[in-house]
């Protein structure tokens, strides 16, 4: 029993930290949050829209792939790829605000689908957790997604609040964030590319 709750803390983390990282749909919520503070909702359901059905087609491919030597690649890609992230999360960044004139809800489908780093995570680091929820059956799965999900949701809706309020107080604390998730995903990434071999 504390196995799949420990599972599911490790899927918080990291997911926040995935989702934390700068990227087209961050530029989205912060954009469209400035004309609308409850933009961040919008923006993940269209995130949703392409990311359940993403987690459902790796998932299917998990259950007929799922050997040890396809984990322990999965492992170590998706740990290098989680340093790297985490590694770039200290570093500075300049964000270009761009205005998307479209609803939130297409903002968050064309930002997802659109955005290489995302189906790259989903193809390594989100491929072995994915691994790992399957473990604990289909139902466990259904379980992460949400999991995974409620942390986008917060994440943008954040952003879209945050930036509909002061846009300064938010990048101010941000640089915190991002130091103390990418501390936790380099631990995180040494963990995936050790843990097969154990």
Request: proline content about 5%; overall charge positive; charged content about 10%.
């Amino acid at each position: 029993m504390l196995e799949p709750l420990l599972l599911l803390g490790t899927t918080v983390v990291i997911s926040l930290s995935g989702v934390m990282m700068p990227g087209p749909v961050t530029a989205g919520a912060i954009t469209k949050g400035a004309e609308d503070k409850k933009a961040g909702v919008k923006i993940a359901l269209g995130h949703a829209l392409v990311e359940f059905p993403l987690i459902a087609l790796v998932a299917f491919g998990l259950t007929f792939m799922a050997t040890w030597s396809v984990k322990a690649t999965i492992g170590v890609v998706g740990g290098l790829l989680m340093i790297y992230m985490g590694v770039q999360l200290f570093m500075p960044v300049k964000e270009e605000e761009k205005r998307f004139p479209y609803p939130s809800t297409l903002v968050g489908v064309v930002t997802s689908g659109g955005n290489p780093y995302f189906l790259i995570w989903w193809a390594t680091v989100g491929g072995a957790l994915i691994s790992r929820a399957l473990e604990y059956g289909v139902l466990f799965l259904v379980l992460f997604a949400v999991v995974h999900w409620s942390c986008d949701l917060a994440w943008y809706s954040f952003l879209s609040f945050s930036s509909n309020r002061t846009l300064e107080y938010w990048y101010e604390h941000r640089r915190k964030i991002f130091g103390l998730c990418g501390a936790l995903m380099v631990v995180f990434g040494v963990w995936f590319i050790v843990s097969p071999f154990l």
